[in-house]
T-cell receptor, first 109, second 114 residues
Framework: EDQVTQSPEALRLQEGESSSLNCSYT??????LFWYRQDPGKGPEFLFTLYSAGEEKEKERLKATLTKKESFLHITAPKPEDSATYLCAVQGWDYKLSFGAGTTVTVRA | GAVVSQHPSRVICKSGTSVKIECRSL??????MFWYRQFPKKSLMLMAT?????????EQGVEKDKFLINHASLTLSTLTVTSAHPEDSSFYIC??????????FGPGTRLTVT
């Protein structure tokens, strides 16, 4: 069974204080690892897909990296608008996504 | 990116009635659509996978007679919660696979059963 564990559960940052979120996983036949952002009462918003170890992707203040066992989402110089829950998911051979519980990030001005 | 819509965004119904939720891919044809359920402060749990023109595949523990899924076209899937009870109250979210690996999610439907 595919498993995804995210840490920490919650992260409170001061504006400009960079940090990293962790996603460790076990999956049979990884098609891809996904990062989504979810705001309260909304559906997940696609951020990145990573396919192989060593791959990195960036979007504004966010950078995602992937190893064979885990992925990191780095938030550089965060702003209050980066406050959200960040979800990590792995996609197996059957295209199904298995989600972690998420990391709720709060950025204070 | 690809846009997925859901309707309604919120619905309140009485116990024992049925509710239908629509999921549409607006600017692409979806190979596959997925239905998820999310409890407060919890992550998404996959309920079923739906392909156009064929029966949905349900995850273990999901009652197929309670959660009816119809995938009538490449742009529309519907989830009907039959004989709803308060424990069915939840946030229901659909997603659509474009053809590659990416899945794009709808905005969700908040169901409250009184």
């Amino acid at each position: 069974e595919d498993q995804v564990t995210q840490s920490p559960e919650a992260l409170r940052l001061q504006e400009g204080e960079s940090s990293s979120l962790n996603c460790s996983y076990t999956v049979s036949g990884l098609r891809g690892l996904f990062w989504y952002r979810q705001d309260p009462g909304k559906g997940p918003e696609f951020l990145f897909t990573l396919y192989s170890a060593g791959e990195e992707k960036e979007k504004e203040r966010l950078k995602a990296t992937l190893t064979k066992k885990e992925s990191f989402l780095h938030i550089t110089a965060p702003k209050p608008e980066d406050s959200a829950t960040y979800l990590c998911a792995v996609q197996g051979w059957d295209y199904k996504l298995s989600f972690g519980a998420g990391t709720t990030v709060t950025v204070r001005a | 990116g690809a846009v997925v819509s859901q309707h309604p965004s919120r619905v309140i119904c009485k116990s024992g009635t049925s509710v239908k939720i629509e999921c549409r891919s607006l600017d692409f044809q979806a190979t596959t659509m997925f239905w998820y359920r999310q409890f407060p402060k919890k992550s998404l749990m996959l309920m079923a996978t739906s392909n156009e023109g064929s029966k949905a595949t349900y995850e273990q523990g999901v009652e197929k007679d309670k959660f009816l899924i119809n995938h009538a076209s490449l742009t529309l899937s519907t989830l009907t919660v039959t004989s709803a009870h308060p424990e069915d109250s939840s946030f229901y979210i659909c997603s659509a696979r474009v053809g590659g690996n990416e899945q794009y999610f709808g905005p969700g439907t908040r169901l409250t059963v009184t």
